[in-house]
C-alpha cells in the first residue's frame, strides 16, 4: 500500500467539515463498501444520447471563501484566470455571470501576504463581477438561465472551499459566503430547474471535490440512476482527501492547483501567460475538457488525485477482482485499448515514476517504492487511470447496452469544450 503523508497544504486545511473526520496519516483509500461486487442501477427508460458534444455558452463563476479569514487571493487570482482563459477562446469576459465572496460591497475581504508575511486584506479586484457568492445568487442564476437561456450549454466552475460531510462523503458541499453552504444533493436538485434536454459542465477546485460527481444521479444518490439531464464534471480530487491551491501568497508563478492546469491545458496558456504544450491529443484541431483534464493529471504537480464524472461511474462498478486484475497485468496490456489521451496520461505518469510498461503496476510499485507525496499521487493516478481504461473496455466486451448508453453519454458531455468563436487560443500571452 502506498503511503502519503500529507497535511492540509496551501491553506485547504480552513475547509470546513461537516462532521469530524479522521486525518490519518496513511493514504486514504475508498471504504469497503465503495468497491462494489454489485452492478449500479440503469435508467428504468433508454437514456439518450448527445447529438454533438456540448458547446458550452452559458458560464457561471461560484468563487471565494465563507469569510475573509478563508477567502485567500488565490481565489480570486483563480478568477481572473478563468476570465483571461475565455478571452484567449475568443471569448468576452463580460459574458460570464461571476459572483465571489462578498462582491462589490466594498469591504476588504481578500487575504493575502504583504511584506514580510503580514496579514492584510483587500476589496475584491474582478472585473464585471455581479455580486457576492452566496445560496441566494445561485439560485437566481438558475433561475434567469432557466427563463432566458434554457437551450445554452451551462459550464459552471467552483474555485473556493469545500466541506466533507462525515456521515455521508456522496452528499460533500460548496462553502459560500455568508455562511451559505450546498451539497451535492442540493446542487443535482436546483439544477433540475434548467431544461432536461440543457447540458451541464461543471469543473470544481475545492477540497473533497470528487463527491460533487454524484450529481448525475437522482437525487445525487449513486444507488439511483443517472438523471436525464446531460451532466458531466471535473473535479481536483476525491471526495475523501482535502486539495491544495488555497493560499494567501501573491506571486502566480507559484500556484500549483487543478484548475490552473485545467485552464491551461484547455487555453494552451498557463496563468503566467506562457505558451503549453498542446492538449490535443486525439489531433482534431480542438482540446475538450476530457483532455484538458488529461493534461492536469501530468502537470500538477500536487498530492490531488484528480476524477471526472465518468471515471467516477466506472470505477464505482469496479469489483474486487476487476481491480486485482487490472493492476496485476502489464500497463502496457491494460492501456493499448485507453482512448489517446487516456495513453498521454499512462505514458507520462510511468516516465515521472520511472515504471516499465512490460510489468504490471504492482510489479513497478514494488521495485519503485514512491519518496514524495507528490510521486505518490502520481502512482495512484496511473492505478486509477488503468481502472478507468479497463473497466470501459470490460464494458464494451459485456454488450450490456443500458450502461454502454450511460458512459457513452457521459464521455459526449464530457468531450465538449467552450463555444468559441476563435478557431484556437490566441498567440498573444495574457497578463498574470
Known sequence: MVVLLWVGVLGCARAPISEDTDESAEWPMPAEEEVADVEAPEPSAPLEGLSAPPRASNFLVLGGGGEPSSNEIALEKNVRYFQRTLEALGLEPSSATVYFANGNDGQATVRY????TRELFKVPEIPHLKGPSTLERFLDWVEQSARHSPQQPVFIYFTGHGGANGRNLNNNHLALWEGDSLTVRAFGLFLNRLPSTTPVVTMMSQCYAGSFANFIYQEANPKRPVVAQPRCGFFATVKYLPSVGCTPEVDEADYRDYSSSFFAGLSGRSR?????????YDGDGRVSY????????VDGETPDLPLSTSEDWLQRRASRKDLRRFVSAPIAEVSRTGRPEQRYVVESLMKKVGFIPELSWNKNLKAAVPRTEEQAAYVERLR????????????????????????ERLLQCESGTWDSPASGPRTTG???
Open 430 to 432: 495574457a497578463t498574470p
Open 290 to 297: 476530457a483532455e484538458a483534464h488529461a493534461f492536469a493529471k
Open 113 to 116: 501576504l504583504g511584506d514580510g
Open 384 to 407: 486509477m487511470e488503468l481502472i478507468n481504461i479497463g473497466m470501459r473496455e470490460k464494458l464494451s466486451a459485456s454488450g450490456a447496452s443500458p450502461a454502454l448508453a450511460v458512459l
Open 272 to 280: 503566467t501567460g506562457m505558451a503549453v504544450a498542446s492538449a490535443d
